[in-house]
């Protein structure tokens, strides 16, 4: 059988440049807000002298998830700053930042609204399954049109790629507190606010702040993507490193971006663990 072609491409190209058209105003006002964020956080962190932001971090580190952790970090962060990443690495961490920052801002406004609505659950989950899957290289191609290059339309891609598990599991975290509790909160006359932020999100934020721990994770991970489409930091270097098949530098700049990963890890993992001692 002759069927004929599905036009799907057509039909995305078509609105694309739709939204284009008609929400540019929108577009350049979301631009404007990335661009500010990711430049603020840079200005700080580069603001700060490098050993004394390692000296900082380390401390942080040692405080929230023990001594071994801290000393990994001093250790880490100055190696970074010895091989002469540390500028590209605060260019990386201000883009993280802000990618994990909105997609927390973002993701747990929808989580909760999923936990309390079936029906918007039943709406959410196919669009974060193909939020999910969908080829990270794929959202770039709309937000360099709508963003053109730089760093935000690498934050814009970052925070479609990475926001889905800060929804799932705020959802989620909410959905496990016990029935029985939540009976006795409306027992007892609360609104819905005050059950939510006094009963539900204690509760659940262990579950919640896996979640923004994925996010971080997830934001990490497309430095490198990020950098295809002129965001700077140390996936540039990655990059450039492939490009030329430096080797030797490529490792280099791999570390700097593993040794981020680990204190970023371990600091979410257990910044709540700590709170509760």
């Known amino acids: 059988m002759d069927i004929p072609k599905i036009p799907i491409a057509q039909w995305v190209d078509e609105l694309e440049r739709w939204l284009q058209t008609?929400?540019?105003?929108?577009?350049?006002?979301?631009?404007?807000?990335?661009?500010?964020?990711?430049?603020?956080?840079?200005?700080?962190?580069?603001?700060?002298?490098?050993?004394?932001?390692?000296?900082?971090?380390?401390?942080?580190?040692?405080?929230?998830?023990?001594?071994?952790?801290?000393i990994f970090a001093l250790v880490g962060l100055y190696l970074i700053y010895n091989l002469g990443y540390w500028s590209g690495t605060m260019q990386t961490l201000a883009l993280v930042l802000t990618a994990a920052l909105l997609s927390v801002i973002i993701g747990v406004p929808i989580g909760i609204l999923c936990a309390r609505k079936n029906a918007v659950q039943n709406v959410m989950t196919p669009i974060l399954d193909f939020m999910q899957t969908m080829p990270a290289f794929v959202y770039l191609l709309p937000a360099i049109t709508f963003f053109s290059l730089g760093v935000v339309p690498g934050v814009i891609a970052s925070i479609i790629f990475a926001i889905p598990p800060t929804i799932r599991l705020t959802n989620l975290g909410i959905r496990q507190v016990p029935a029985e509790l939540?009976?006795?909160?409306?027992?007892?006359?609360?609104?819905?606010?005050?059950?939510?932020?006094?009963?539900?999100l204690p509760i659940a934020m262990p579950t919640i702040m896996a979640g923004i721990n994925q996010t971080i994770m997830l934001s990490l991970s497309m430095v490198v993507i990020a950098s295809m489409i002129g965001a700077q930091g140390v996936g540039a270097s990655v990059y450039r490193a492939v490009t030329q098949a430096k080797t030797g530098v490529g490792f280099e700049a791999g570390i700097a971006i593993v040794v981020l990963a680990i204190v970023l890890d371990r600091l979410t993992q257990n910044v709540l663990r700590k709170k509760k001692q």
């Open 182 to 200: 939540v009976e006795a909160a409306d027992a007892f006359g609360s609104t819905p606010s005050q059950k939510l932020f006094k009963l539900q």
């Open 22 to 70: 008609h929400l540019k105003p929108l577009f350049d006002f979301i631009k404007f807000v990335v661009g500010w964020t990711v430049n603020s956080l840079e200005t700080v962190l580069q603001w700060f002298p490098p050993l004394l932001l390692i000296l900082l971090i380390a401390a942080l580190t040692w405080y929230v998830a023990k001594w071994r952790m801290g």
